[in-house]
């Protein structure tokens, strides 16, 4: 009796459990080169099924030998063009002619081979795929773990460390005495990655030389190795609370919120703050309302029911996600971690074509996590993408915004003809509002309407800085601006240059008037007040340029694709950027006499979350 296996149940191990069962004693097994051709082929890729089907060939050399079967391998090994083919079916054509050729019984485990052979009249043998059912228990950095750790940290040479606490209030604490050696690390490690690869509990998300993220059950583990990082480190998280939206203020109106129709919602906070536990809650209490309801994850860590069906990058891209998801047209999508422009972009574009979103952003203060949509989307259009923000501190939602467009004159100005689009953001539970933002000469403004923080940078700011420009720009000499209110500012020049600014008529300082909405006094230098001038400084030193960074300050310009600093007179030299005083980076002035720099870039995020904060950019020659 002559038998034939194709690469299926040579893989699967069922020939040698046939033989040893008695079925096939004393027959001849063929065994097809194009079968060990593809086994070789897989254990050279590091594919597992590659090693079983070499260690079933091993099985059945040692069964020949102790004289049960007689081993053949039989055909040719299939050459470099027809393994090319093997997805068209060419490796599975050279074994079924094989089978023909011998006359033998071609067993097999593909149903699509089984059915091609018997219609060409070969004795076919089917056998049902090997399904192995595993059941993988506890692992061992489980027993880290107790009620109130949140991640355990292992790496080789350190003692065990661990956060834990209350969420909102963690440590991290040493949790063992004896550093922990290379060799018990990366034994974990491979319990780990086999425990991923065994169990339907466990999957593995990320697999990049020297970087491994698996997802077991709850616990999301990082493990690194050299050359990536210095040494072998396993980084455990897993949540340690599972919220309701019932457990949260303002929950019966957040509920009304988001069940009157879809939204465009930013949950934000600091690490560790409880951000996406309430985003699971939020998720699960849309699909008890019958929600369609879609997570869009890297990893995929949200603690969420199995309604939910959590996505990740397709082809590496967010983008090819959220792609999918528009054909999919859930009622809404969770979107975790939203970092990069990139990010913000996708969640806006799915935002406008009508899904509802709920994306998870780190950020120190609630108006933080919307000024990160400045720049990178249409002003005007910020409101349509996201219409509430909702701040979570220690576990618990600290601020919730509702935000939306007016058009006004913004706060503090006075003519009518200043009136504009203005994103207004207001308190959710008083219907204060607390921040406009708009557009003032070319730069977008968030002005602060609170008393507390109106002083140190709302409309007071902003015009200083807009009077100086405008001054300075007709005037030959130094130029000083002083706030008094609202609407009311001094501006003290030279002796020479105050007929010049007041112009004709007072023509000139009445088109500035016009251009700012703020009423203003044109007095000498002379009259400058001492407290005005800063301690112990002579009067023109903001005119002279010099500032806190000693540099040029400049007003950078957001494109979609480059953030551009404008220049005075430094094309082809090497400057510093600044932010406040603090190095950012250094950079070669362009030909043109601007520095750009690239959109979703570190460098770039950094300076946007400079300009976010309103801290003062400058150039200061390297």
Known sequence: MNVLPDTSVVIDGRISDRIEDG??????????????????????????????????????????????????????????????RASEGEIDALIRELAAEYDAVFVTSDVVQSEVAQAK?????????????????????????????????????????????????????????????????????????????????????????GMTIVQFRDYRIAIAEPPFADGWEITAVRPIVKTAMEDYEHADELKDRLLERQRGVLIAGSPGAGKSTFAQAVGEFLVDHDFAVKTMEKPRDLQVGPEITQYTELGGEMEKTADSLLMVRPDYTIYDEVRKTDDFEVFADMRLAGVGMIGVVHATRAIDALQRLVGR????????????????????????????????????????????????????????????????????????????????????????????????????????VEVQGQNRATVYVSDDDISYVIGKGGGRIDDIENRLGIDIDVRTLDELPQSASGAGGGAGASAAGATATQGEVVTPDITSRHIVLPTDGHAGETVEVQADGEYLFTATVGRGGD????????????????????????????
Request: proline share 4%; no cysteine.
């Open 377 to 480: 989307v249409e002003l005007g259009m910020i409101p349509q993408i996201v219409d509430t923000v909702v701040y979570i501190e220690a576990g618990e939602v600290n601020k919730v915004y509702d935000v939306s467009t007016q058009v006004k004159v913004p706060e503090g100005l006075m003519e009518e003809d200043l009136a504009r689009p203005v994103i207004m953001i207001q308190d959710f539970e008083t219907g204060r509002p607390e921040y406009e933002i708009y557009t003032f000469n070319r730069q977008v403004v968030t002005v602060p309407l609170n008393e507390g923080e109106r002083e140190e940078g709302g409309v007071s700011k902003l015009a200083k800085q807009e009077i100086e420009r405008e001054i300075q720009s007709v005037a030959r000499g130094p130029v000083e």
């Open 23 to 84: 079925d096939f004693e004393g027959a001849t097994i063929l065994v097809p080169e194009a079968v060990v051709a593809e086994l070789e082929a897989q254990a050279n890729g590091g594919a597992e099924s590659g090693w079983d089907g070499l260690s079933e060939l091993q099985r059945l050399a040692d069964l020949a030998d102790e004289g049960t079967i007689e081993l053949d391998y039989v055909g040719e090994r299939p050459d470099a063009d027809e393994q090319g």
């Open 595 to 622: 520095i750009q720099v690239s959109r979703g870039s570190a460098i770039a995020e950094e300076l946007e979350r400079a300009i976010d904060r309103e801290q003062q950019i400058a150039i200061v020659r390297a």
């Open 121 to 209: 009249g070969i004795e076919v043998e089917y056998v049902s795929p090997r399904v192995e059912e595993t059941d993988v228990g506890r692992l061992s950095i489980e027993d880290y773990f107790d009620e109130q750790t949140m991640s355990v940290h292992l790496k080789a040479g350190v003692e065990p460390m661990a956060k834990r606490g209350d969420v909102g209030d963690m440590s991290y604490q040493t949790i063992g005495e004896d550093p922990t050696d290379e060799a018990a690390v990366r034994e974990i490690a491979q319990e780990i990655i086999d425990s991923a690869k065994e169990s339907d509990e466990g999957f593995i998300e990320l697999d990049e030389p």
